[in-house]
């Protein structure tokens, strides 16, 4: 989040991404999917 926070005050270009929550108790799918989007972009 520092990063982030760094970023915003520096006005650099941002995008974010949201997650829903998976269903039930396993995260396995949602944390596949978030992995996809690590990297894309400067910050990897």
Not at 21 to 40: D, E, S, T, V, Y
């Amino acid at each position: 989040m520092d990063r982030f926070r760094r970023a915003a005050q520096a006005k650099e270009f941002l995008i974010t991404a949201e997650v829903t929550p998976p269903k039930g108790g396993n995260p396995a799918r949602m944390l596949a999917a978030a992995a996809h989007l690590r990297g894309w972009g400067s910050w990897g």
